[in-house]
Nanobody, 124 residues
């Protein structure tokens, strides 16, 4: 069992930055691929970014490429999402997820564990 706890959300003006963190409870999480998803009110949960277990491979939603960076420090069982040049349309609850997958990172059903989410609000 892996528990995930997100932090770092908040209110920021458009053009600002935030860094989200996802701390995993178990060292075995270092062997999982990790993903960030988000869900805005009235919308489905959508893929934002993912990183494989070693940190070598990353994937991003097209609209965040060049603005968001996912990274991980396995020694600390932590995954990060650095978000720059934030836009009002980035407003959502952001969720961290972990799963034993090596591809198809966009599909939330393939992830085994989820955090409770952290709110990100970008004002215009």
């Amino acid at each position: 069992q892996v528990q995930l706890v997100e932090s770092g959300g908040g209110l920021v003006q458009a053009g600002g930055s935030l860094r989200l963190s996802c701390a995993a409870s178990a060292p075995t999480a270092s062997t999982y691929a990790m993903g960030w998803f988000r869900q805005a009110p009235g919308k489905e949960r959508e893929f934002v970014a993912a990183i494989n277990w070693s940190g070598v491979s990353t994937n991003y939603k097209d609209s965040v490429k060049g603005r968001f960076t996912i990274s991980r420090v396995n020694a600390n069982n932590t995954v990060y999402l650095q978000m720059n040049s934030l836009k009002p349309e980035d407003t959502a609850v952001y969720y961290c997820a972990a799963g034993r997958l090596s591809g198809n990172y966009h599909f939330p059903a393939l992830y085994n564990y989820w955090g409770q989410g952290t709110q990100v609000t970008v004002s215009s």
